[in-house]
């Protein structure tokens, strides 16, 4: 057995990063968490104690260590959500594959004890080798069904094998329903005047709740922006089709590996780990009540033609404010004009493709 196969969690973004041959391994890590490969990049983890799907590894490494893991989680916290973690959806956004790779090596060492169960997911293992955003299309405006309407193409394999294997974990495997729950972790292209702030997908019959926005301000997120629009982003699919508490996280600016201040993330990844050890995630172990800044999203600004300007300085900061009354975007006889007392820019960017947003106007809630 080598030593990648005998503890998965140590390995997992080394093997993304340098092998594709063992997609569908799984098996028990010593630390008795259940692991499953089910692509390139996608491990689902089922903590001790929690009835896991039979697997061949299953039955052919030791079940004398699921036993006994299991008896020592009977009747401890935890076992509520089918939760998925993701990270990579964009290649260069490299903090919080770090972050993710820490709390999975702690697992493995024993030093964090998994009590939810969880998809880990590294979403763009093709871009993530080449250090770039993306390399054909912007995974993140792929899912929702949004692959189906574009050329065939790694991203939109992708976007498409994703889905299938999320709607696979939702569906459970112990016939018991558990709230759903998705955090997509990003870092933002640009300056913010808010260095890290959440989206949070809503639908009108499921608007997200106030204690979702609770727990992320209780992770340091500074800012909070609801949004009811369509989308086809990968925390709106997982809302929208699966009812979960989702949210986009931007978590400050790009930056290469290695190269990332890890410390301006402590609040999420202590909020991370408590909510995978069976904690509450809004309950900080300095007892202290954050409150993030509550925005709604107003409009958005889409590019319909080539004639489409933005008139927005290009380091322009994300929230960058604008009073009533200002033009900010031109697409032939159309524009987009400042309604309310002001309103705050996130996201400009005038280079996407027609039909896809230039920039999102967001309020005060």
Known sequence: MTDAKRSALRHWLSDVRESRDHPHDAGIDPCGVHWQRHAEGVLELTPPGMVAAPTTSDVSESSDATSASAAGHTGRPGHRYDAILSCGIHGDETAPIEIVDGILHDIADGKLTLRERVLVVLGNPDAVRAGKRYLEYDLNRLFQGAHAKRAESPA?????????????????????????????????????????????????????????????????????????????????YTCARFGAESCTLELGKVAPFGENRLADFAGIDAALRRWLSGGDMAAREDGQVLQAKR?????????????????????????????AG??????????YTVSHPEERIVFPNPNVANGLRAGVMVVPE
């Open 156 to 236: 939109v394999q992708r976007a498409r094998e994703l889905e299938v294997i999320v709607a696979q974990f939702f569906a459970g495997v112990d016939g018991v329903r558990r709230q759903r729950r998705h955090v997509d972790m990003h870092t933002a292209i640009r300056a913010s005047l808010f260095p890290r702030f959440a989206v949070v997908p809503g639908t009108p019959e499921r608007p997200p709740q106030s204690a979702w926005f609770d727990a992320l301000a209780a992770a340091d997120i500074e800012a909070t922006m609801r949004t009811e629009q369509p989308s086809v982003t990968f925390s709106y």
């Open 295 to 323: 925005f709604r999203v107003a409009a958005e600004i889409v590019r319909r033609t080539d004639a489409f300007v933005l008139d927005v300085p290009a380091d322009t900061p994300n929230f960058t404010a604008y009073p």
């Open 326 to 335: 200002t033009v900010l975007a031109r697409d032939g006889e159309n524009t």
